[in-house]
């Protein structure tokens, strides 16, 4: 932690402030409030009430309308700041609403039935976080059915696609055998085709093969990637050759070799391409929507879209719910983000 502070504290000036310094300070505080001012107004805002939600002008922080109990009702009557006429300055209760007027009480008086216009008063508000759209979440959606789906297809989606990738890229870089540049070639040829292309033949293969509705056929269309097979060859290239020709000397076998000595040399990229990866099944909507059409089966980004009607959002349900979804893929990069740059730089990447 000391190293920390005295590494975000560093001066040129040595113990004094350049005009380098603020320059440097004044840039990376602004690039912090740009990347994560979105993220805290997204986390504040799942914490705010629907009518909260349609205020005008916005607010950074949530607030709610505060409330009062009264003998002699048994709801909680909002409370109102009076600002012109006959109560101005005083903090009355409202009963009921018809119109441009309201019928009001003053608490520490409820049995005077007072009349005000309600362009003569404003809202009496505080600060308050409304848990009313989380636990609502688990009230109206199967959530955790949803976020088991998700997890199951991005954890096995991950592995196979490791796996395969993983195998690939040391055929290709550790192996000598005729037309290996035109399988390159071909491997990364694919990188240029966009994906709404295959759509459609991948959807007919998916239904041939009987996986619609089925986790299945969200996961197996990914087994390999181009992106990973390419990003894994770039970094195994620079294992050395050495390393397998004794290995083979000491009778070990091609699946040993690959499992005992390649694998873990590999690990800085593997683990970029497990980040990537994780990232792209979580977040993975368009796929799932074509192949998934039974509710029980709907990852979180789908659960998400229900959200969204042909009238109306429910935005305060949204929100909180795109916090929750947010939260698995924001603690997996928080903990393996340390081997994107490694990784990035040993396989070559730009």
């Known amino acids: 932690m000391a190293n920390l502070w005295s590494m975000l504290t560093a001066t040129r000036g040595k113990g004094r402030w350049d005009w380098t310094d603020w320059v440097s300070y004044s840039y990376l505080f602004l690039g912090v409030f740009l990347m994560f001012f979105p993220v805290i107004w997204l986390v504040l805002s799942s914490f705010k009430t629907e009518a909260d939600l349609q205020r005008y002008p916005p607010t950074f922080l949530p607030y709610q309308q505060e409330t009062v109990v009264v003998d002699g009702f048994d709801e909680l009557l909002p409370l109102f700041r009076m600002t012109a006429g006959d109560y101005e300055g005083q903090t009355l209760a409202q009963l009921r609403r018809v119109g ?98 295959v759509l459609v033949p991948l959807f007919l293969i998916v239904s041939e093969l009987g996986m619609l509705n089925s986790l299945w056929g969200v996961i197996i269309p990914g087994a390999a990637t181009p992106t990973g097979v390419f990003l894994l060859r770039q970094y195994m290239i620079t294992i050395p050759d050495e390393i397998l020709d004794a290995a083979r000397m000491d009778k070990a076998s091609e699946w040993k070799i690959f499992w005992r000595i390649i694998l873990p040399l590999s690990a800085p990229a593997i683990a970029v391409l497990a980040i990537l990866a994780i990232m792209w099944r979580w977040n993975d909507f368009l796929w799932p929507l074509i192949v998934l059409t039974q509710s029980e089966n709907f990852t979180l980004q789908l659960a998400l879209n229900s959200f969204q009607g042909e009238l109306q959002t429910d935005w305060s349900s949204l929100l909180a719910m795109t916090v929750l979804t947010l939260l698995p893929i924001a603690a997996v990069f928080m903990f393996l983000q340390k081997y994107i740059a490694t990784g990035i730089a040993s396989t070559g990447g730009k």
Request: proline fraction near 4%.
């Open 100 to 197: 441009l007027q309201a019928q009001m009480i003053d608490p520490a008086n409820p049995g005077e039935r007072l009349r005000v216009s309600i362009n003569d008063r404003e809202p009496v508000q505080g600060v308050a976080l409304a848990l009313e759209n989380y636990t609502g979440l688990f009230e109206r959606f199967n959530f955790l059915r949803f976020f088991w789906n998700s997890t199951f297809i991005t954890v096995t989606a991950t592995l196979i696609m490791l796996l395969v990738n993983a195998m690939a890229a040391f055929a290709l870089s550790k192996y000598e055998f005729r037309g290996r540049t035109t399988v390159l070639l071909l491997v990364i040829g694919t990188l240029m085709i966009p994906q709404t292309v």
